[in-house]
């Protein structure tokens, strides 16, 4: 979406000219899942996918919100805004706008705003639809009511509104990775102290892309199987006597082995070694370069397979293909359950394995993924 078509949009909403426009990008994580949440290490970067946001304040104090995919306008008074108030898509921004108010102490100059949202990151995709949503709305409202919050801050407003209003226990990464990209760069992320790294990829000058498998099958994290594996890290962290896995070391497991139960054993392996993995991908990628970083790519795939069991058929037959057809490695991204695979390819092999991919789902019966590539792009901010 353009700029202009935003503003044409705000228009027609609203019946007056917005004000101010504002962006966010959607995300892959590179390396890095089920960890966030663990206060362990992850490594996504944001995508050339991006929510756009015209917003124009108001004298009252009045919130609107509308997008291309609810164009009714959904209207709550700031005084009555709060988590149990807020239902369905508009949950996402206006549960912003409520934690905006938790993490700042109400402080800055709130008034009601009028906002139209427009998005081209795929929903249900395992993209962070939400968490561009989410942080286009942070930035707006923190120019806009002027808060002077940063980044940090921002990221833990938006995963407090998914967290409350939202009704969904994500962890932080989504949200970190939209308001921390940069363009090439992925972000690095220490979830417990939340001390982030800019780390550049080098994909495009080592003839890489990322290409993204959306295999069409949706995942909900409100309800299921997100919240389950949660609790089973909990559960394990409890049981070992630690605050969070984080605390968990390799060297831990074989122990951690004679405590758990065996599947709650699985789900700690995978995130103490999934952390391990997001360590041992910053230094091959600074050491050796994109190339390298391949087998770790897969092994977080077959973690997440057999340890941690949130991949499906279709994740695991996108990965398999783009790994048989030559990809530098590839691996399912995001909370799992369905959303989307990701393969490294050499630029010359895209074709050759994104025709793979579609030829192995027709084979196997299943509906047409959508592939297509994306870059590491510049996290949110205003842009007019
Ligand atoms: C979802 C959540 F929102 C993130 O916080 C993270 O836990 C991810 O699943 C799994 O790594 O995207």
Aim: aromatic letters at 6%; hydrophobic letters at 40%.
């Amino acid at each position: 979406m353009t700029d202009s078509s935003i503003l044409t949009r705000f228009r027609d909403a609203y019946g007056r000219t917005a004000t101010g426009v504002w962006s966010a990008p959607g995300r892959v994580n590179l390396i890095g899942e089920h960890t966030d949440y663990n206060l362990g290490f992850v490594f996504p970067f944001a995508i050339n996918r991006r929510t756009v946001l015209a917003l124009a304040p108001r004298e009252d104090r009045t919130l609107r919100v509308a997008s291309s995919f609810s164009p009714d306008p959904v209207s709550i008074s700031l005084n009555d805004l709060s988590p149990d108030r807020l239902h369905g898509w508009s949950a996402y921004p206006l549960g912003v706008a409520w934690a905006l108010g938790q993490v700042s102490q109400l402080r800055g100059v709130r008034t009601g705003v009028d906002v139209y949202i427009d998005s081209n990151v795929p929903i249900g995709a395992g993209l962070s639809s939400s968490a561009a949503i989410e942080s286009a709305m942070a930035v707006a409202l923190n120019d806009v009511w002027r808060l002077d919050l940063d980044r940090r801050t921002l990221a833990k407003a938006g995963q407090l509104a998914e967290n409350r209003a939202v009704g969904a226990p994500t962890g932080i990464m989504d949200q970190s990775a939209s308001l921390l990209g940069r363009t090439d760069s992925g972000v690095f992320l220490d979830c417990r102290s939340l001390a982030a790294e800019v780390i550049p990829l080098g994909f495009e000058d080592a003839g890489l892309e990322v290409l993204v498998m959306d295999t069409h099958v949706s995942h909900a994290h409100a309800t299921g199987g997100y919240a389950a594996r949660r609790a089973s890290c909990e559960a394990g962290a409890r049981a070992l006597k630690a605050d969070s896995l984080r605390d968990v070391q390799l060297s831990d497991l074989p122990e951690a082995e004679e405590v758990l139960d065996e599947e709650t054993f699985r789900r700690v392996r995978h995130v103490v070694t999934e952390n391990q993995r997001v360590l041992d991908t910053v230094r091959t990628l600074r050491e050796k370069g994109p190339h390298a970083i391949g087998p770790l790519l897969d092994a977080s795939h077959v973690s997440m397979r057999d340890d941690f069991e949130i991949s499906s058929p279709e994740l695991d037959l996108a990965v398999s293909t783009a790994q048989a057809s030559g990809a530098v490695g590839a691996r399912m991204t995001g909370g799992g359950f369905g959303g989307a695979a990701i393969a490294l390819v050499d630029r010359a092999d895209t074709q050759s394995v994104r025709d793979a991919v579609a030829a192995s789902f027709a084979e196997a019966g299943y509906r047409a993924p959508d592939t297509f590539t994306v870059r590491a792009a510049q996290g949110a901010g205003r842009e007019q």
